[in-house]
């Protein structure tokens, strides 16, 4: 998982920060190309946090997913219980293969 998001901030840092630093020509309001990069510290800080915020709550979905999704019928133990014992007392045995 650190792997996969240290694969995503440095993404982040290479495409999405130079690409939000175009400069424009004030006169005319048209791009000139990129601009020398000009993201702080800051800036890259915060684009880090916002990616742990997001990670932290897609692995909260993912929890009460799966907490609502595992639940059990209220008879599963007795169903299993017998059979288990059905499958005991078989008069017959199955056999895999040859």
């Known amino acids: 998982m650190k792997k996969t998001l240290v694969t995503l901030v440095l993404i982040l840092n290479m495409v999405a920060v130079p690409a939000a630093a175009v ?6 309001g048209e791009a000139q190309g990129p601009a020398p990069h000009k993201a702080t510290l800051i800036d890259i800080e915060d684009c880090n946090r916002q990616i742990l915020l997001k990670e932290i709550e897609l692995e909260r979905y993912s929890i009460n997913f799966r907490k609502k999704n595992n639940v059990q019928g209220r008879y599963r133990g007795w169903r299993y219980f017998i059979s ?11 056999f895999c293969g040859n």
């Open 84 to 94: 288990q014992e059905a499958n005991a007392r078989s008069p017959v045995p199955v």
């Open 23 to 28: 400069a424009l020509d004030t006169a005319s």
